[in-house]
C-alpha cells in the first residue's frame, strides 16, 4: 500500500504479539508497585514490636511506599499513551523516561541496603544499645537464648528468662546479624525482581515507540 492510500487518521493496528507482550510487561510493572503499596503499608499499620521493626524500618517502608506510588503512577500513564499511540507520544516518551528513573532508584535503593551491611556489626551494636526498645531486645534474647549484645553485661534486656538464668553467658550479636541477613536476602531478591520487570516493560515501550514511529514517517511521507 502507498502511504497517500493511507489515512493518517486512522488507529494504529499493532501486531498480536507486540501488544500483549506490553500489555504483559506494564501489567506486571504495575503488579510490582501495588505489592509495594501493600506490603509498605500493612507493615506500618501493623504497629507491632517484632523483630522485623527494626531491620526494616520505618524509613524502609516510607521509600518503598514513595516507590510504589510511583511505579502505578508511571503505569497508568504507559496504559494511557499506549491506547493511542500515533497521538500521545509524549505520554509514551514520559512514561520510558520514567521507567528509566525507576531502574535507577531501585538500583540505588540495593546499593544503599547494601552499603549498610558493610558496617553492620558497629550499625546493629549502636541501636542495641541506644535505640531499640527492650521489648524487641527481649524478643531476641528469648529466641536466642542469649543477653546482651556482646556479653550479658552489654546492654541486656532485663526481664528476659536468658537474662535471669545464671547459664547465658553469650550476647545476641550472632543472632541479630544472622536474622537481619536473612531478611535482608529476601528484599534484595525482591527488589531484584523489580528490576527485571522494570527492564522488560521498558523494553516492550521500546517496542511500541519504535513501530509508532515508523507508522507517523510512513503515514506522512
Known sequence: M???DINPNAPLVLKLSVRISFAVATACYLATGAMALAV???????????????????????????????IVA???AGVFGSLAPLTRKRWLIAYTAMLI???LVET??????????LDAHDLYAHNWRN???NEVKRIYQDKAGCCGYLNPHDSPATGSPACDASTATFGCMVSVQEYAQNYLTYVYTWLFIFVVVDVAALLAVMVLLAIRNDE??????
Open 2 to 4: 502507498r502511504a497517500a
Open 131 to 133: 535505640l531499640w526498645p
Open 216 to 221: 507517523e514517517r510512513l503515514r506522512w511521507s
Open 74 to 76: 508511571s503505569a497508568l
Open 108 to 117: 540505588c535503593i540495593g546499593i544503599w541496603l547494601w552499603s549498610r551491611t
Open 101 to 103: 528513573v525507576a531502574v
Open 40 to 70: 509498605a503499608g500493612y507493615f506500618k499499620g501493623s504497629k507491632d514490636s517484632s523483630r522485623r521493626t527494626v531491620i526494616v524500618t520505618n524509613n524502609v517502608l516510607n521509600t518503598l511506599l514513595a516507590t510504589g506510588a510511583y
